[in-house]
T-cell receptor, first 115, second 109 residues
Framework: EAEVAQSPRYKITEKSQAVAFWCDPISGHATLYWYRQILGQGPELLVQFQDESVVDDSQLPKDRFSAERLKGVDSTLKIQPAELGDSAMYLC?????????????FGPGTRLTVL | QKEVEQNSGPLSVPEGAIASLNCTYSDRGSQSFFWYRQYSGKSPELIMFIYSNGDKEDGRFTAQLNKASQYVSLLIRDSQPSDSATYLCAVKGGQNFVFGPGTRLSVLP
């Protein structure tokens, strides 16, 4: 069964350091999402790509976060510098086309701890 | 701002009972509605989706949608201890999914 791949699964870093997360969506899925989930809350959209184009990054803290999907396949989310409040689960999801009948499927997530 | 609300719980039900999870949303333009299950420390997994008013059944799960009341629910019949998890309601209008905070369900043996 096709799955969304993410790495690393766990990351511990010190504040002010740079971190990067990688996501490989289900093959053929044009839409890719990055979410942040704080413990006890629902996922919050950070950025959404349609192929290689950003369609929504309104909630992405652009002073420290960046995301790219250069060839419209896999994607990288970067945080520089990391802050204590960035500790969370970072989830990647993908969907086929992004229409209202589309469903999204999540990868296993990256648990980030900032010390 | 589009909002999705859920009772955070915990909702406790005995094994074999029906668990009823509720979700309300603010955007009347929302078109599709999803329920995800999330075990502690894991990522969300899709249970089912619904687009039209009424009921949709899938095994032990039934999703109910009332767009006039901006309300969607999930019923779990014959609840099992393995159903103990957080259930996330997600609403889509346009391109984005908006998630609720989730309801924690505990099924007691």
């Amino acid at each position: 069964e096709a799955e969304v791949a993410q790495s690393p699964r766990y990351k511990i870093t010190e504040k002010s350091q740079a971190v990067a997360f990688w996501c490989d969506p289900i093959s053929g899925h044009a839409t890719l999402y990055w979410y942040r989930q704080i413990l006890g809350q629902g996922p919050e959209l950070l950025v959404q790509f349609q192929d290689e184009s950003v369609v929504d990054d309104s909630q992405l803290p652009k002073d420290r976060f960046s995301a790219e999907r250069l060839k419209g396949v896999d994607s990288t989310l970067k945080i520089q510098p990391a802050e204590l409040g960035d500790s969370a689960m970072y989830l990647c999801a993908s969907s086929l086309l992004g229409g209202f009948t589309d469903t999204q499927y999540f990868g296993p997530g990256t648990r980030l701890t900032v010390l | 701002q589009k909002e999705v609300e859920q009772n955070s719980g915990p909702l406790s039900v005995p094994e074999g009972a029906i668990a009823s999870l509720n979700c309300t949303y603010s955007d009347r333009g929302s078109q599709s509605f999803f329920w995800y299950r999330q075990y502690s420390g894991k990522s969300p997994e899709l249970i089912m989706f619904i687009y039209s008013n009424g009921d949709k059944e899938d095994g032990r799960f039934t999703a109910q949608l009332n767009k006039a009341s901006q309300y969607v629910s999930l019923l779990i019949r014959d609840s099992q201890p393995s159903d103990s998890a957080t259930y996330l309601c997600a609403v889509k209008g346009g391109q984005n999914f908006v998630f609720g905070p989730g309801t924690r369900l505990s099924v007691l043996p």
